[in-house]
């Protein structure tokens, strides 16, 4: 199986012809699911669009609805989406399970997943949280607070959970009402939350959050077939990452346009951008999505214990880095030009 030890393609001919914007007659279609498609905290594929990486590329990046109830693997094993984003778990479970599914690139760096508390209610730490109600956005989230209890001594018994959904002001609402104690989700999760009017604070200690939250997995036996553009999809997801922290102003401003549901608040949506940039999506290794071996490694141990997977994976057997070269093809030069081209044809859509 592929590993994090086979050498990339350096200089190729896949590296040649993302540079070369006119050398595909007709879009190719790469076809995507996020974790959360709708959502300014995982930006950077609105910003590739708005700024024409994909279509001058040749390239149709297709997000797919991310409300769905199949397993986001078997999208992968069925060919449904070329590439699918997956949590630790998920790639972890997928390796347990000998599917042929391998990591490409590492979108978060670092786990958009927390536990909030309303900021001025009783619950100030994860140790208040025993014998309370959790609510979940989904199932998925059940591990989260697995993961975040044990790291403080409490067992899943010790508190109930209860999956609530993630409609903001159902979120809110169940807080707010007493139903749950806590709430158990992602950063899009909290947001709508707090775009709801109800601020909360996040009481996920850092050592458990330091550790890859979202990759970009890719089923092998189809790799070489959608090589071009996957290679072209993570160039422009990189790039479009690399906006926020360059030029957070023009970043607000395509999302706004983008996702306008997100910013009848202007707070929640600057909010979003910030932790997305400054946070979940900001560069940790040398180059942008370089899978992290080590990290890998040392995040099995709860995973483990919990009986997720079987026992230790070594991480070269679903870690893939011949994608990183052509996903860092690009130079911040050609980012700031296509950057101030969306400025100068969109003046309107500017914030102070």
Known sequence: MTGYYRKPMVGGIVGALLLASGSIASAQTVNILSANEASCDLYGVHIAK???????????????SSETTVPYVAFLSNGDADLTMLDSAQVLQMANANQPGAVIYEVMQFAPEGIFVLSDGPIETLEDLRGKTIGLASDRDQITVIIALDSVGISIGEVSTVVVGDSGPLMANSLTSGQVAAFAGAASDRAGIEAAGVATHNITPTAVSQNVGNS?????????????PASVFLRGL???????????????????????????????????????????????????????????????????????????????????????????????????????????????????
């Not at 708005?50 to 797919?64: P, S, T, W």
Request: charge should be negative; glycine fraction near 6%; charged fraction near 25%.
């Open 50 to 64: 708005a700024l024409g990486i994909y279509e001058d590329a040749g390239v149709d990046a297709n997000m797919l």
């Open 216 to 228: 970009y997995a890719i089923w092998i036996p189809r790799m070489e077939k959608i090589r071009y």
């Open 238 to 352: 990189a790039m479009g990452n690399h906006a926020g922290v360059l030029d957070r102003n023009t970043t607000g401003a395509i999302c706004r346009q983008a996702i306008p549901e997100q910013w009848e608040d202007l707070d929640v949506g600057w909010g979003l951008i910030d932790y997305s940039a400054n946070v979940l999506n900001l560069k940790r290794t040398k180059r942008f999505g370089e899978p992290q071996p080590d990290v890998w490694a040392a995040v099995q141990k709860p995973y483990i214990a919990l009986g997720e997977i079987d026992g230790f994976i070594e991480p070269a057997t679903f870690l893939d880095f011949s994608f990183i070269d052509d996903a860092n093809a690009w130079t911040t030069l050609e980012l700031k030009h296509r950057l101030a081209a969306w400025r100068e044809a969109n003046p309107d859509a500017l914030m102070d």
